[in-house]
T-cell receptor, first 112, second 112 residues
Framework: EAGVTQSPTHLIKTRGQQATLRCSPI?????VYWYQQALGLGLQFLLW???????NRGNFPPRFSGRQFPNYSSELNVNALELEDSALYLC???????????FGSGTRLTVV | GDSVTQMEGPVTLSEEAFLTINCTYT??????LFWYVQYPGEGLQLLLK?????DKGSNKGFEATYRKETTSFHLEKGSVQVSDSAVYFC???????????FGRGTSLIVHP
């Protein structure tokens, strides 16, 4: 069974540009979660999608947005990039939260 | 609100030493508790979980017991290996919630 896949692995952008990150969940998982892991800050919850709908979002500005497609894959968009957006962005999927998440390997976003 | 507190790292041990990483939590109701591990350059992997008081989760020689009376879920391993070097995250999921709360992570370094 394929795990959660994220692309690209690394992404370098200039301040002010837009970044698009992609995630494919485990087959059969309808929920996708996005987290930001900045250095020294642990995991910060960004967004939760389920059945194509945004169900919850963390304490991040509106320039962080995303969507979930009919095949349950998801896209995270970050507009007007700032230097402090540099982080590892992790996607996770779950069948039910109580069974635990399965995480992808992440996309390392560097803003210069 | 829910919170998870982990001991500060890094924890540095010699191979075959005994490991304890402390985790305490604050939550309403009866949360499920998890330990995740993040190896260098990778995403998080579910290590073990416990869903009710006095449950013991175990995997790969690691154990943690859900202690409701002390609101703790300490991670232990009797004999660590160099390959256990990673960052360990404690997390909880409250009943009725779909978004787990993570601790800040504890880095473990095991020397030969």
């Amino acid at each position: 069974e394929a795990g959660v896949t994220q692309s690209p692995t690394h992404l370098i952008k200039t301040r002010g540009q837009q970044a698009t990150l992609r995630c494919s969940p485990i087959s059969g998982h309808t929920s996708v979660y996005w987290y930001q892991q900045a250095l020294g800050l642990g995991l910060q919850f960004l967004l939760w999608y389920d059945e194509g709908e945004e169900r919850n979002r963390g304490n991040f500005p509106p320039r962080f947005s995303g969507r979930q497609f009919p095949n349950y894959s998801s896209e995270l968009n970050v507009n007007a990039l700032e230097l402090e957006d540099s982080a590892l962005y992790l996607c996770a999927s779950s069948e039910t939260g109580y069974s635990g998440y399965t995480f992808g390997s992440g996309t390392r976003l560097t803003v210069v | 609100g829910d919170s998870v507190t982990q001991m500060e790292g890094p924890v540095t041990l010699s191979e075959e030493a005994f490991l304890t990483i402390n985790c305490t939590y604050t939550a309403t109701g009866y949360p499920s508790l998890f330990w995740y591990v993040q190896y260098p350059g990778e995403g998080l992997q579910l290590l073990l979980k416990a869903t009710k008081a006095d449950d013991k989760g175990s995997n790969k020689g690691f154990e943690a017991t859900y202690r409701k009376e002390t609101t703790s879920f300490h991670l232990e391993k009797g004999s660590v290996q160099v390959s256990d070097s990673a960052v360990y995250f404690c997390a909880l999921l409250s009943g009725g919630s779909y978004i787990p709360t993570f601790g800040r992570g504890t880095s473990l370094i095991v020397h030969p």
